[in-house]
């Protein structure tokens, strides 16, 4: 299977901690995408790569939210100091520069919940 | 900006009936529409896209969705539902790379 893949698929941590997602593209999409779904909603935009180089972040994105991808392959999302308001599933897409119209891959999210 | 609204949060329909999912959109340029769907604990797929070609649009699993812009809308039916198709649907419209989607629609399907 070569679709988008993230590790881990769930994370339970303490309010306070640090946690860190990673999400691998498929192969060939040098476009990235980082998501948030709450209970209930749809996916909200976070972040959006193309290559190695950020883009565009959300204003969902505060300060404790970091965000790279190194060598323009996977990506990591970090999140500091967690509160409970960032229980969510995070979830990472990708999308090659060739189709049109940026057609979204995504993978099977990280559940994060903040005790 | 584009964004989507999903009319009804939950659908309940009976093995075999018709699946209407309703789905307008807001943009002030010719968009770009897609469906999705998500089972419990799992990511979003892709069922279909709109790219302004053919107005009415198949994708997988027999569903299908016709692109309506005097009435901006991208409904997603399906003639005959499933138990497999219970699951949480999306609409969704492109601005450029990144997607805007409406809160979702959830779908039962009674035996």
Same mark, same amino acid.
């Given at each position: /299977? ?60 505060? /300060? ?37 119209? &940026?057609?979204? &891959?995504? $993978?099977? $999210? ?6 | ?5 999903? @009319?009804? !949060?939950?659908?309940? *329909?009976?093995? =075999? ?5 309703? #789905?307008?959109?807001? !943009?002030? *340029? ?15 797929? @892709?069922? @279909?896209?709109? %790219?302004?070609?053919?107005?009415? *649009?198949?994708?997988?699993? =027999? ?8 009435? %901006? ?17 999306? #609409? ?9 989607? =409406?809160? =979702?629609? %959830?779908?039962? *399907?009674?035996?």
């Amino acid at each position: /299977d070569t679709g988008v893949s993230q590790n881990p698929r769930h994370k339970i941590t303490k309010r306070g901690q640090n946690v860190t997602f990673r999400c691998d593209p498929i192969s060939e999409h040098n476009r990235l995408y980082w998501y948030r779904q709450t209970l209930g909603q749809g996916p909200e935009f976070l972040t959006y790569f193309q290559n190695e180089a950020q883009l565009e972040k959300s204003r969902l994105l505060s /300060d404790r939210f970091s965000a790279e991808r190194p060598k323009g392959s996977f990506s990591t999302l970090e999140i500091q100091r967690t509160e409970q308001g960032d229980s969510a599933m995070y979830l990472c897409a990708s999308s090659s520069v060739i189709a049109v119209p &940026y057609e979204q &891959y995504f $993978g099977p $999210g990280t559940r994060l919940t903040v005790t | 900006a584009q964004s989507v609204t999903q @009319l009804g !949060s939950h659908v309940s *329909v009976s093995e =075999g009936a018709l699946v209407l999912l309703r #789905c307008n959109y807001s !943009s002030s *340029v010719p968009p770009y529409l897609f469906w999705y769907v998500q089972y419990p604990n799992q990511g979003l797929q @892709l069922l @279909l896209k709109y %790219t302004s070609a053919a107005t009415l *649009v198949k994708g997988i699993n =027999g569903f299908e969705a016709e692109f309506k812009k005097s009435e %901006t809308s991208f409904h997603l039916t399906k003639p005959s539902a499933h138990m497999s198709d219970a699951a949480e649907y999306f #609409c969704a419209v492109s601005h450029y790379y990144k997607l805007s989607f =409406g809160a =979702g629609t %959830t779908v039962t *399907v009674r035996a």
